[in-house]
C-alpha cells in the first residue's frame, strides 16, 4: 500500500514557476512514481516519471527543459519543479506509484498503469 499526498499548487502567471510536493508513506518503496495532470473533459496527461532504483528521469516533449522530477529518499518527498510556466499547463496535478516494472515508454504515460494516486493539486497559470 502506498499514501500520496500532493502540496504546492496555486495560481501564477505565464513564465512564472512552482514547485509541486507529494509525500509518501508505504510499506516498501515503489518501482516507479510519476506526476500526471488533468483538464477537465481530458484524459489524464502524464508528465514526468522517476524510478526509484536508478532515480532515471523521463518527461513528455511539452515539459522537457522545463519541468525536472526529483525525489528525495530520506524524506519519502517526491518533487515538480515547474519552470517558464504557460496557460496549456493548467490543470490538477497528480502523483502517482507503481510496483510494476513499465517496460514500454508509452506505459509511462498510461494512468491505466499506476496504482496508487494522490488526490491532486490546482494549478493554474493565468496568460
Same mark, same amino acid.
Given at each position: 500500500?502506498?499514501?500520496?499526498?500532493?502540496?504546492?499548487?496555486?495560481?501564477?502567471?505565464?513564465?512564472?514557476?512552482?514547485?509541486?510536493?507529494?509525500?509518501?508513506?508505504?510499506?516498501?518503496?515503489?518501482?516507479?512514481? &510519476?506526476?500526471?495532470?488533468?483538464?477537465?473533459?481530458?484524459?489524464?496527461?502524464?508528465?514526468? &516519471?522517476?524510478?526509484?532504483?536508478?532515480?532515471?528521469?523521463?518527461?513528455?516533449?511539452?515539459?522537457?527543459?522545463?519541468?525536472?522530477?526529483?525525489?528525495?529518499?530520506?524524506?519519502?518527498?517526491?518533487?515538480?519543479?515547474?519552470?517558464?510556466?504557460?496557460?496549456?499547463?493548467?490543470?490538477?496535478?497528480?502523483?502517482?506509484?507503481?510496483?510494476?516494472?513499465?517496460?514500454?515508454?508509452?506505459?509511462?504515460?498510461?494512468?491505466?498503469?499506476?496504482?496508487?494516486?494522490?488526490?491532486?493539486?490546482?494549478?493554474?497559470?493565468?496568460?
Amino acid at each position: 500500500q502506498v499514501q500520496l499526498v500532493e502540496s504546492g499548487g496555486g495560481s501564477v502567471q505565464a513564465g512564472g514557476s512552482l514547485r509541486l510536493s507529494c509525500g509518501s508513506t508505504y510499506d516498501s518503496p515503489p518501482v516507479i512514481m &510519476a506526476w500526471f495532470r488533468q483538464v477537465p473533459g481530458q484524459e489524464r496527461e502524464g508528465v514526468a &516519471a522517476i524510478y526509484l532504483d536508478n532515480y532515471s528521469t523521463h518527461y513528455v516533449d511539452s515539459v522537457k527543459g522545463r519541468f525536472s522530477i526529483s525525489r528525495d529518499s530520506a524524506r519519502n518527498l517526491l518533487y515538480l519543479q515547474m519552470n517558464s510556466l504557460t496557460p496549456e499547463d493548467t490543470g490538477v496535478y497528480y502523483c502517482a506509484a507503481d510496483y510494476r516494472i513499465l517496460t514500454s515508454y508509452g506505459h509511462l504515460w498510461d494512468a491505466r498503469r499506476y496504482t496508487y494516486w494522490g488526490q491532486g493539486t490546482q494549478v493554474t497559470v493565468s496568460s
